[in-house]
């Protein structure tokens, strides 16, 4: 299972763009990188999920260097709404039959006004 | 679809009790996943089900839990002599196998305080 490491927490103001940086240096061939979003008091909510290059939603994008070893997801003019813990999560193929999403620690995100 | 259903949202119990949670996944989801959570980490797996079977445990649920689903609809986790360590925020999802992302569909948890 590939390690992720984010940081635990970031500070931004309404309107910015956010980007959040994981480190996944031991990803493997098969892997994919998803992210979720988790309120207070509230489960996990999927984000977005990329195999490499960028891949883009009316929520977020997310870049994927060719080497895969890290992954940022971009929010474009965050909003106090933003306000989250963002989790990286990098496992197989979501299509296999054994997939289990495995959370770490995630990065706590507070927009400030 | 009104999504993933959990209940109770809040249980406060005893030390030494049980306690059961329920889940409603959403219909037609074959795949339910039970997590816990506790005060600033991610939620951690405890077991999934395929329909009706229960496919994999984490070496987290101790034999104090057991979870089933027996139609391959609702699921319930059920803890036995509840201890102070078990106080987190249990949550359920349920996704469709058929669906390309994995992704998964969370309810809004049930929180286990244990005196």
């Known amino acids: 299972l590939a390690k992720t490491t984010q940081p635990i927490s970031m500070d931004s103001y309404e309107g910015q763009e956010v980007n959040i940086t994981c480190s996944h240096n031991?990803?493997?061939?098969?892997?994919?990188i998803t992210w979720y979003q988790q309120f207070p008091s509230q489960g996990p909510r999927f984000i977005i999920q990329?195999?490499?290059t960028k891949v883009t939603n009316e929520v977020a994008s997310l870049f994927i260097p060719a080497d895969r070893k890290s992954s940022t997801l971009s929010l474009p003019r965050v909003s106090l709404s933003d306000t989250a813990v963002y989790y990286c999560?990098?496992?197989?193929?979501?299509?296999?039959?054994?997939?289990?999403?495995?959370f770490g620690r995630g990065t706590s995100l507070i927009v400030h006004p | 679809d009104t999504g993933v259903s959990q209940d109770p949202r809040h249980k406060i119990t005893k030390r030494g009790q049980n306690v059961t949670f329920r889940c409603d996944p959403i219909s037609e989801h074959n795949r339910l996943y039970w997590y816990r959570q506790t005060l600033g980490q991610g939620p951690e797996f405890l077991t999934y089900?395929?329909?009706?079977?229960?496919?994999?445990k984490s070496r987290l649920l101790s034999d104090r839990f057991s979870a089933e689903r027996p139609k391959g609809s609702f699921s319930t986790l059920e803890i036995q002599r509840t201890e102070q360590g078990d106080s987190a925020m249990y949550l359920c999802?349920?996704?469709?196998?058929?669906?390309?992302?994995?992704?998964?569909?969370f309810g809004e948890g049930s929180r286990l305080t244990v005196l």
């Open positions: 999802a349920s996704r469709h196998t058929g669906e390309n992302t994995g992704e998964l569909f």
């Open positions: 031991n990803i493997a061939t098969n892997d994919y």
């Open positions: 990329g195999y490499k």
């Open positions: 999560l990098v496992g197989e193929d979501p299509r296999g039959g054994s997939y289990i999403p495995t």
């Open positions: 089900f395929q329909n009706e079977a229960q496919l994999e």
